[in-house]
């Protein structure tokens, strides 16, 4: 369960590439378009680009600030991609789809439970959960779904995210947040692709890259919802509270802090006590400390001692500590109050 930072590069595949990527309607449910929930504050306005997908050259101070995803308290599109390899390659079944839907079923539950405990009501939509048709395609996936994630791999995806009809979707659900679940017929280690301050308009796409198999488990073992739910948290500005976190505040002394304090923590470990998968239920906690940094809560337990926290604005990421973050602290766009 790791989050990178997986660079765009600068020339997209040829339309060819998406030439198969089409609906899988039968495998993603139906239901009527829904009214989207009033959010505690309000979602970045879509602004229509003028390339692909909409989006493309016109972003909002927001957006650049909190990448696709936006915040947790904002509507947010969790848009599903299934990949499957060339011919005779790894292949996603319409019962193993159905399986994956049903895992982030619990997982999308467990974070709107969870985050509702904070007083915050989410609203995400999702492959199975008030669609329009579906929120998912299926595509043929040329680049390759090894463990090495090369160039070719984040080339891919990143055509894939950008070639989606936003413009759509932001029309329809009211929310210009969309956050990519990005499904790999294989084994290996989930991750997440976030958008850094640093970023600006650019590596604006977030997406989660969730193994079919768990690489640390027997094969056959699938990915659980909390897996995914630690992923999707990622998107919204959840650091990992591990040792090893590449996020620049998570110290072994914080580390340390959350262990003693929240040893059920999400963002701290995926596994049951015993260290097996569990896929029934999500049996973690949203500590006080990822409620704050996914913009929840006004402050944490432990925030005098872990001052580095907070400097950052919630729902953000930040590769270079020399980075002058006070530009990003004025617009108060953070939910921190019930939702309407």
């Known amino acids: ?19 198969g990527c089409v609906p899988r309607a039968q495998s993603l449910a139906q239901r009527p378009v829904p009214s989207p929930t009033a959010a505690a504050s309000p979602a970045p306005s879509p602004t229509p680009g003028q390339g692909l997908g909409g989006w493309q050259l016109e972003r909002t101070a927001d957006q650049q600030k909190y990448g696709s995803a936006g915040l947790l308290a904002w509507p947010c599109i969790l848009f599903s991609i299934y990949l499957d390899e060339p011919e005779g390659g790894a292949v996603w079944t319409d019962e193993e789809i159905a399986q994956s839907q049903q895992t982030l079923a619990t997982a999308v539950d467990w974070i709107e439970e ?17 669609l329009i048709a579906h929120l998912g395609w299926t595509a043929p996936f040329v680049g390759g779904t090894g463990a090495d994630e090369g160039p070719s791999f984040r080339e891919e995806i990143e055509n894939l995210c950008t070639r989606l009809d936003s413009d759509t979707l932001a029309q329809t659900y009211g929310t210009s947040s969309i956050g990519f679940l990005v499904f790999l017929p294989v084994s290996g280690c989930s991750f997440t692709a976030v958008h850094f301050l640093e970023d600006g308009s650019t590596y604006y796409h977030e997406y989660s890259c969730l193994y079919k198999e768990n690489a640390f488990f027997p094969a056959g073992s699938a990915e659980s919802p909390t897996v995914y739910a630690h992923e999707i948290l990622h998107q919204f500005g959840a650091p990992d509270l591990y040792s090893g976190s590449n996020d620049l505040y998570v110290t072994d002394e914080l580390v340390s802090y959350v262990a003693e304090n929240w040893p059920d923590s999400i963002m701290m470990d995926t596994y049951n006590p015993d260290g097996t998968l569990q896929y029934d239920a999500i049996e973690k906690s949203l500590c006080p400390l990822t409620a704050f940094r996914l913009g929840l809560t006004a402050t944490f337990p432990g925030i005098e001692q872990f001052p580095a926290a907070a400097e950052d604005p919630p729902g953000t990421f930040r590769m270079d500590p020399q980075t002058d973050v006070s530009r990003w602290q004025d617009n108060g766009a953070v939910a921190t109050a019930p939702a309407a």
């Open 1 to 19: 369960m790791t989050k990178r930072r997986l660079p765009v590069l600068a020339a997209l595949l040829a339309a060819a590439l998406l030439a």
């Open 114 to 130: 969870q985050a509702a405990g904070y007083g915050v009501t989410p609203r995400l939509y999702y492959g199975t959960d008030d």
